[in-house]
């Protein structure tokens, strides 16, 4: 693996440079801007430069960069937070260990380790996406999954992929001989059969009750357990199951023998369990059993740049022989839509979509379900400012300049289209207002000037 390194400020310590060479990674220095991948930035000082720098170079985090501090006097700076919300994957002074250059070849070994596994078939064919976001919540998932055996709780809204989530995890589970993958979804327990369904029961342990059963708990044994929408269950099974979670025992209904069972817990739900445990709806000893690690899945309106690569993935999954593109319009509509049901929403959409759709030709507007086509009064569509006066708010919260916010957003605005548009520059001036030449002058300026 090759890492390139650069440095920001003052000249380093001569003899940086001599022990990155002699580490197992390839180093190479940089000249401005940096290549695309994993590198390392030096610095003594934290400064607009550094945090725009950080931002460009990992992509808004996607790629792998390391902050390194010249000295540990820089290292006290409260701006350290602003460095890894800029993008930077750690952060830490150069003098803080006495062989940095193995500390941070094992961390890029890992890191590429987990990343190997997010573009493996594993990833790429179940969890589609590669925005920012959904890397970011890839990367923590995989992390907790193949390096821990920790029990996870997954939160987010409805849609946004937590089973699939949930599965993944049981997958990477490095345990030899490991059992099988078991869910319950807590939306269908009875009160007055929760025992049976999670304990089991013994025969004749109550009316009906012909055969002994085995219940989620014993099922799980040497696998996974899955409680998927765990915030629906109300506070009295919450309480019975505090003591199976923790010690991992249990006893059937109707028997008196303590079962040992021995499982890894992945829980989900779509509440926020600190809030329901403030409203008396969570037991907040039940939460802290559960949620020895926790991720949230972003929504599909945090992942937008996802949209149209989930669309096309579903279409070849119901299409796989010759999957149909999506005409200019079509894209556009997608884009434009909202989607409260998240992935599971555009999945439902796409689908009609394609059950629609006659020829081999690509997939027009007329094949957009009547019910799902968008109002038109022949007013131009308005834009809503509330999300981009919180995201104008937080950069100048961040210490972020009138300068470096309109070059930003102006980036920013350049990027989206672009790759909405694959890259076509003429698509993408006409959308942006301006002309071909205009675009191609701005982009080549932003390369000389040492940004991307």
């Keep these: 693996m090759e890492i390139w390194h650069c440095f920001i400020g003052q000249p380093p310590m001569a003899d940086i440079s001599d022990v990155l060479t002699l580490a197992r990674l390839r180093y190479q220095a940089c000249e401005s801007p940096p290549p695309n991948g994993p590198g390392i930035i030096f610095f003594d000082e934290i400064n607009p430069r550094l945090i725009e720098l950080l931002r460009t170079t990992s992509r808004h985090g996607t790629e792998r960069v390391l902050a390194i501090g010249l000295s540990q006097a820089v290292m006290k700076s409260t701006g350290i937070w602003n460095l890894l919300r800029a993008g930077a994957s750690d952060v830490f002074a150069w003098d803080h260990s006495q062989q940095p250059a193995a500390e941070i070849d094992a961390k890029f070994e890992h890191w590429a380790m987990i990343d190997e596994i997010i573009q493996s078939p594993l990833v790429q064919r179940n969890l589609v996406g590669q925005s920012a976001a959904w890397i970011r919540a890839l990367r923590q998932v995989i992390e907790v999954a193949k390096f821990?055996?920790?029990?996870?709780?997954l939160t987010g809204e409805s849609g946004t992929g937590k089973e699939l989530f949930a599965q993944l995890v049981h997958t990477l589970d490095t345990r030899q001989n490991k059992g099988s993958l078991v869910v319950c979804d807590c939306t269908t327990i009875v009160p007055e059969l929760s025992g049976s369904e999670f304990f089991g029961h013994e025969r004749g342990a109550f009316t009906g009750a012909v055969a002994a059963r085995n219940g989620?708990?014993?099922?799980?044994?040497g696998g996974t357990l899955f409680l998927d929408e765990l915030g629906e269950l109300p506070?009295?099974?919450?309480?019975?199951?505090?003591?199976?979670?923790?010690e991992r025992t249990y006893k059937r209904v109707g028997g008196n023998s303590w079962h040992k069972t021995n499982f890894r817990l992945i829980c989900?739900?779509?509440?926020?369990?600190?809030?329901?445990?403030?409203?008396?709806?969570?037991r907040l000893d039940f939460y802290y059993r559960i949620a020895a690690w926790t991720c949230r899945l972003p929504t599909l309106e945090e992942r937008r740049e996802d949209i149209l690569v989930l669309a096309q993935h579903f279409i070849e999954q119901l299409r796989p022989d010759k999957p149909p593109e999506m005409d200019d319009l079509v894209r556009h509509y997608l884009l434009q839509r909202r989607y409260p049901g998240n992935v599971r929403d555009l999945k439902q959409?796409?689908?009609?979509?394609?059950?629609?759709?006659?020829g081999s030709g690509a997939i027009t507007v007329g094949d957009v379900p009547e019910e799902e086509r968008p109002y038109v009064d022949g007013e131009p569509d308005e834009w809503n400012e509330d999300e981009?006066?919180?995201?104008v708010r937080s950069a100048i919260v961040s210490g972020a300049s009138l300068k470096d916010i309109e070059r930003t957003a102006g980036e920013l605005a350049e990027r989206i289209v672009i790759e909405e548009e694959e890259g076509n520059l003429r698509r993408a001036a006409a959308r942006l207002g301006v002309t071909d030449r205009a675009l191609q002058m701005r982009r080549a300026a932003r390369r000389s000037n040492g940004n991307h």
């Design 388 to 391: 981009l006066q919180t995201a």
């Design 268 to 282: 989900a739900t779509n509440r926020n369990l600190i809030e329901e445990q403030s409203r008396h709806r969570f």
């Design 349 to 358: 959409l796409v689908t009609r979509m394609v059950h629609n759709h006659v």
């Design 148 to 153: 821990t055996g920790s029990s996870v709780l």
């Design 216 to 221: 989620a708990f014993a099922l799980a044994d």
């Design 235 to 246: 506070l009295t099974l919450q309480a019975e199951l505090l003591r199976v979670i923790q």
